[in-house]
């Protein structure tokens, strides 16, 4: 069964550092989005991304983020310079444009902890 | 503003009986919804979904009633089983700008007792 990808599952980093979170969307999927949660807390929406282009972002999704999908397989999420408040679970998920369930697919995440 | 709402946010069901779980939406425009279920540490796992013009759907142990007119959705898994026990997303869509548009209500975390 197709499925989405994400790596890492864990990144360590250092506040200020930069952070790449990668992921791979089923295949023959066409909108692309990163949510994150923090510990406890709800799953939040960061940024949706479509025909190679932002769609919308969340007031969370500031000058410090950026999405791209370099190779028209994997989808990335930079963080510029890490932020205490930026350690999370980050969710990639995948959708096709389906008229069916309008189902989102989401991956095993990447757990980001900044020091 | 949340459109999305969980307003449980837990639930403890006996084994083998009803687990109802529900959630409220307050925009109009949403076309479907949906119920993810989620295990610590993993990412939400799709479970049932319904579109804004139906009332009902089922699937195995899960069902989801949708109440327009109430703006009230909820989700019953019956019988309910410990394997069952994990936090519940309900979600919505809405097609918005040439793409879909997903909101998350806060999750009920459901308990299963043996």
């Known amino acids: 069964e197709p499925e989405v990808t994400q790596t890492p599952s864990h990144q360590v980093t250092q506040m200020g550092q930069e952070v790449i979170l990668r992921c791979v969307p089923i295949?023959?999927?066409?909108?692309f989005y990163w949510y994150r949660q923090i510990l406890g807390q709800k799953v939040e929406f960061l940024v949706s991304?479509?025909?190679?282009?932002?769609?919308?972002k969340s007031e969370i999704f500031d000058d410090q983020f950026s999405v791209e999908r370099p190779d028209g397989s994997n989808f990335t999420l930079k963080i510029r310079s890490t932020k205490l408040e930026d350690s999370a679970m980050y969710f990639c998920?995948?959708?096709?444009?389906?008229?069916?369930?309008?189902?989102?697919?989401f991956g095993e995440g990447s757990r980001l902890t900044v020091l | 503003d949340q459109q999305v709402k969980q307003n449980s946010p837990s639930l403890s069901v006996q084994e083998g009986r009803i687990s109802i779980l529900n959630c409220d939406y307050t925009?109009?425009?949403?076309?479907?919804f949906l119920w993810y279920k989620k295990y610590p540490a993993e990412g939400p796992t799709f479970l049932i979904s319904?579109?804004?013009?139906?009332d009902k759907n089922e699937d195995g142990r899960f069902t989801v009633f949708l109440n327009k007119s109430a703006k009230h959705l909820s989700l019953h898994i019956v019988p309910s089983q410990p394997g069952d026990s994990a936090v519940y997303f309900c979600?919505?869509?809405?097609?918005?700008?040439?793409?879909?548009?997903?909101?998350f209500g806060t999750g009920t975390r459901l308990k299963v007792l043996a």
């Open positions: 979600a919505a869509s809405e097609r918005y700008s040439g793409t879909y548009k997903y909101i």
């Open positions: 998920a995948s959708a096709r444009d389906s008229a069916n369930t309008g189902e989102l697919f």
């Open positions: 925009n109009s425009m949403f076309d479907y």
């Open positions: 991304f479509y025909n190679n282009e932002i769609s919308e």
């Open positions: 319904i579109s804004s013009i139906k």
């Open positions: 295949s023959n999927h066409l909108y």
